[in-house]
């Protein structure tokens, strides 16, 4: 389980990064904490011709606040936001369920931005900065433009990203003191991918409320307006979510089940 | 002689020098000071000028004709097949079972291949990687054939065939029938039931690793190889490279976990062996984990349908089975393709007294990788379908589990028992066993608990097992299965050096076990030398008398009743030179805790080896002049086999929704005889229940209808890790084996034995209001769930097929 051969360039700027995919974006794989990349790469599941290191770019390891939002760059790991590096702006949210992403090893290498170009269904980012309605914004030599999580990711291991373009921040917006959350995941074992996830989150004061189906064969099925889903004990219409599960392809009643609860629970912690 | 099934009826020369470092001592373990430090030295640690490492171009297809292998020109002399492998002998395993079909298994695949991950080419390369860059250059066409995926359709008549010249697919069908005539039988309860073991693979820390070199002044071939077994794979490699036992050295460094993966003789090993030869250069093979997943460390795989006939209270009458292993495309070196199914025909019967059995067995090929023996081997799985009988009977009966056990059980007075099936039972109070756990886990209060539900509508259930396991057996027991490893009499070198510290030379192998330190405290007990000071060197055909190794719980048995017999044949040569010191008579001296004493004063074994080594004009005339190094040789009073045995309980909580299973307890009592170190022999219970908990609930090597594996990483092949163990709480008992040294049991892997059973007990307790039962293992989410979902479907009942009147 040795990788192929394969140029590697680190570039500390930005701006050379996008020279180096304009010139072969394509032949390029970005690389940040290599967590999915490094293991797929061991295995020859990839064979990228160059492999194009961000992590010396300063630029991609800010953090802004933005007001009602922070924008958050693409190179902050797990590890930086569960150990309050990053401020907190969603009630100890994101920093709770980063300490819950695989194993400690991995949270200390593996980023966010990678995590959602990655865009592994399973995966925790993809499915809670989803329901956070948080947008991704990238970059590339013919400009930067901003892209909802719910449009960037097309499908299983599918984004909107260009072959010049890269990720550069997300931008997530704030919750405020009196929004609720819930999010669970059914691993088999602890470290594990999910296989079923389940996020709602509901802010009375931006009056927003998401839920967010997640760990299918497709991106995180997103319910922009969940207040007709969840009642307020927690419990969610199930024929509501059968039906989204089934729209989304997913025939197998197990699957189903999983999914169901999965989101049942989050929305059970919601209303805690 | 048998000893008296007294507790430590210790030898009179037990130490106070070193109080508490004996035979019974919590001593911390001598190696983990360099594994804790990462000091160790494993293969992968080790380098040679020159070496090359090797990867292999590996089959991708389960079954078919290899028709044409295309090597790049550039990868000439880099790259061989089978036809470079000149003078190569196919590996065979052949058992002596009547009516076994032994398989070829080449080293490099000639004209077939038969199962995803054969290797077809051993490529060579400065680094891994360069070696892997020429793999994956190596063209191959195939004739594709059908693929024998599934042992229960490989049995069928119209199944593809794997090895042309066999009638069928089968090894090895065994019978054993035992007690009473079926005739007749009139059993108020009668139930049947099918239960399944998913394949399995042994997950050692470290995989398998081999370097091999030719050194041209001893004209030897060396090989550092990470095996539990030197001198058998010794054997292999002269069997199968030609060689001279003279001309092959064999030497296993640190070795990071065995469980059986590397008591093999593998293909991979054979080709590096060879290439150091045939090629003059030293040739490095590190298994990386898809290929120990995927090719190589499969184990496991069984299936049964028993009937049980019992009486209304639950006493059983009689037991009849039949079991398939997928036994894998050959029979694999030493054990064969035979062991695991004969070995489950004579075990099944498990710790009770019954007075009718009969069980039909067969081992069957696929085109799978070979079926190595796992810890604990078949005793897994018979554990698994037994005791789910067990309960099934309960259910029936409507009794407590425990007390239908109760009435089956081997009684103590009864031991030394000899069982339905003619295993020697040597020592032990099974039903005393069973009764401390059961009131360690405190039964009615988990029925009350059971009464009163869970406040998150979680179900709870007890489960529990119970086992015994056959240890260290020796030439009466491997006889009969007939294989090339045949375990007699078991020799070590104790030598006092010129300084007083001593060295034990053992051919078993400590991959894990702490024999390092176990040995030791036995040297200690004899001759009250510091543990400190005494090396056990082991593991290397060049250091050590020659031993079958380190597998079936039998190094402690064996080597530590070899290493104190020859510690104790130096007392007397130590008492000659003291008492000569001491101007005593000899007859007038004891030795005792490390020194010579007489009435008026005492010498130390340091100032006796002096005299020997440095000042031997000192010496008596009469001084055994064999000196202060003995080799001896042990035997235990029967070589049937220890019978360590434990009761397991589990308390789980069941989402049935989900089918998400939480382990909230977790009980084992345990008498593994006389402890030699109880903390190491906790470890070793730890570490077992915990390979035992990926049994029952995550390992799982599936393969598609193709013959292709479904799992090449630790992200598909569920591994237990510390969150999914519980606290283990382990009670044990202390009953002597009345045939062995110190009365001590092999009890390397009962702790992989009883989880299976007793966490699926435990769960189809929690489901017993669905009255559905999960009998397929490991009981996942979805099998729980898809249990209570097909609650009414009514499946139809397993019927046993097999015609016992063929019998």
């Known amino acids: ?272 | 002689m048998f000893r008296a099934a007294a507790p430590m009826t210790r030898s009179a020369a037990q130490g106070d020098a070193t109080p508490g470092q004996g035979v019974g001592a919590r001593l911390l373990r001598k190696e983990d000071d360099r594994f804790l430090r990462g000091r160790g030295r494993f293969v992968g640690d080790l380098k040679l000028p020159g070496m090359r490492e090797v990867a292999f171009a590996r089959s991708p297809v389960a079954h078919g004709r290899i028709l044409e292998i295309r090597i790049p020109p550039d990868l000439r002399g880099t790259v061989f097949t089978a036809k470079d492998l000149v003078g190569v002998k196919p590996i065979r395993a052949v058992s002596g079972l009547p009516g076994f079909r032994p398989s070829e298994q080449p080293a490099l695949a000639t004209d077939k291949v038969r199962y995803v991950g054969e290797p077809i080419a051993m490529c060579t390369g400065r680094s891994r990687a360069e070696a892997e860059d020429a793999a994956a250059r190596i063209e191959v066409d195939f004739a594709e054939e059908p693929a024998v995926s599934d042992m229960l359709l490989g049995r069928r008549p119209d199944a593809p065939r794997l090895h042309a010249d066999w009638p069928d697919n089968v090894y090895l069908e065994s019978l054993v029938v035992g007690g009473e005539s079926f005739t007749g039988l009139d059993a108020a309860v009668k139930i049947t039931r099918e239960f399944r073991t998913s394949r399995q693979c042994m997950s050692p820390m470290e995989g398998k690793g081999v370097l091999a070199h030719w050194d041209t002044r001893r004209e030897q071939l060396i090989v550092e190889t990470s095996t539990q077994m030197p001198h058998i794979i010794r054997n292999g490699f002269c069997d199968f490279l030609g060689l001279e036992q003279r001309q092959v050295r064999v030497a296993a460094p640190d070795v990071g976990g065995g469980f059986g993966h590397k008591g093999v003789l593998s293909p991979e090993e054979l080709c590096v062996a060879w290439g150091a030869r045939a090629l003059g250069q030293p040739l490095r093979w590190i298994e990386d984990r898809r290929e120990q997943l995927t090719a190589n460390a499969n184990c496991r795989e069984h299936h049964y349908i028993v009937t049980a006939y019992a009486d209304a209270r639950g006493k059983l009458l009689a037991l009849e089975a039949e079991a398939s292993v997928d036994a894998g495309a050959y029979s694999a070196f030493p054990f064969t393709g035979g062991i695991e199914a004969a070995q489950i025909a004579s075990i099944l019967p498990g710790p009770y007294d019954f007075p009718r059995y009969r069980c039909r067995t067969w081992s069957v090929a696929s085109n799978k990788p070979p079926i190595l023996p796992y810890r604990g081997v078949a005793r897994t799985g018979v554990c698994f379908a037994m005791e789910l009988m067990l309960d099934a009977i309960a259910r029936e009966v409507g009794r407590e589990p425990y007390e239908i056990r109760l009435e089956n059980l081997v009684r103590p007075e009864q031991m030394p028992f000899d069982n339905i099936t003619n295993k020697h039972f040597d020592s032990g109070d099974y039903p005393e066993c069973l009764r401390r756990l059961v009131a360690a886990i405190d039964i009615p209060a988990v029925r009350e608990r059971q009464r009163l539900g869970e406040p998150d509508g979680r179900l709870i259930g007890l489960g529990l097992s119970i086992y015994n396991e056959q240890a260290a057996h020796g030439m009466s027991v491997y006889g009969a299965w007939g294989i090339p490893i045949l375990p007699g009499y078991e020799q070590a070198t104790a030598r006092i050096l010129p300084d007083g510290g001593l060295e034990i030379r053992a051919g078993i192998q400590s991959h894990g076990q702490g024999l390092e330190t176990t040995l030791a405290q036995v040297a200690n007990e004899i001759l009250g030398i510091d543990p400190a000071r005494v090396s056990v060197i082991h593991g290397d055909t060049e250091t050590s008398p020659y031993s079958p190794g380190t597998y079936a719980s039998r190094s402690m048995v064996m080597a530590g009743g070899a290493g104190a017999t020859a510690g104790r044949q130096l007392v007397p040569r130590l008492a000659t030179i003291g008492a000569s010191l001491l101007q005593a008579d000899p007859s007038q001296v004891r030795f005792e805790g490390g020194h010579v004493r007489s009435a008026s004063g005492s010498v130390s074994i340091e100032a006796i080896a002096r005299t020997w080594y440095l000042q031997p004009h000192e010496l008596p005339a009469d001084v055994d002049r064999g000196g202060l190094e003995v080799t001896a040789g042990y035997r235990a009073e029967r070589d049937s086999g220890t019978f360590s045995y434990g009761a397991h309980a589990a308390l789980v909580a069941v989402e049935p929704r989900t089918g998400e299973i939480e382990l909230l307890r977790y009980v084992v009592v345990e008498d593994g005889g006389v402890l030699v170190n109880p903390m190491i022999v906790d470890g070793q219970i730890y570490g077992g229940v915990a390979q035992g908990i990926g049994t029952a609930l995550y390992e799982e090597m599936r393969f598609d209808a193709a013959g292709q594996p479904l799992a090449s990483t630790l992200a598909d092949y569920l591994l237990p890790g510390s969150v999914e163990v519980p606290d283990v709480q382990i009670l044990h008992m202390e009953t002597p084996s009345p045939y062995t040294e110190f009365g001590v049991k092999g009890i390397g892997e009962g702790g992989a034995i009883g989880p299976p059973a007793a966490i699926a007990n435990a769960v189809n307790d929690a489901l017993r209001s669905f009255g559905v039962e999960v009998t397929s293992l490991p009981v996942t989410p979805r099998r729980v769930v898809e249990a209570i979902a097909a609650r009414s479907s009514g499946a139809p009942q397993p019927t046993l097929s097999t015609g016992f009147e063929r019998a």
């Open chain 1, 1 to 272: 389980m040795k990788p192929a051969a394969f140029d590697y360039v680190r570039p500390d700027r930005l701006e050379d990064a996008a020279d180096l995919l304009a010139e072969d974006g394509v032949g390029t794989k970005i690389v940040s904490g290599a967590q999915s990349l490094g293991p797929m790469l061991n295995l020859r599941l990839v064979r990228p011709g160059r492999l194009l290191d961000v992590t010396a770019i300063p630029a991609l390891r800010t953090v802004e606040d933005a007001g009602d939002a922070v924008v958050i760059g693409a190179c902050i790991t797990h590890a930086d936001i569960e150990d309050g590096r990053v401020p907190d702006a969603w009630g100890g949210m994101l920093r709770q369920l980063a300490s819950g992403i695989a194993y400690r090893a991995v949270r200390n290498r593996g980023t966010v931005g990678g995590s959602l170009c990655h865009a592994d269904p399973a995966a925790d980012w993809l499915s809670i900065l989803t329901a956070l309605g948080a947008e991704a914004r990238l970059y590339s030599r013919r400009g930067r433009r901003t892209v909802a999580l719910e449009s960037f990711v097309l499908g299983a291991f599918e984004t909107a990203l260009a072959a010049d373009e890269i990720l550069e921040a997300v931008r997530i917006p704030k919750l405020s003191g009196r929004a609720r959350w819930g999010y669970s995941k059914s691993c088999r074992k602890a470290g594990e991918f999910a296989h079923a996830i389940g996020v709602v989150v509901d802010d009375p004061e931006t009056g927003r409320c998401r839920a967010v189906i997640g760990a299918t064969e497709t991106p995180p099925i997103l319910v922009a307006d969940a207040r007709g889903l969840l009642s307020g004990d927690g419990t969610v219409q199930a024929d509501w979510v059968l039906r989204l599960l089934g729209e989304a392809g997913m025939q197998d009643p197990f699957e189903q089940q999983i999914h169901l609860v999965a989101l049942e629970r989050a929305g059970a912690q919601a209303r805690l």
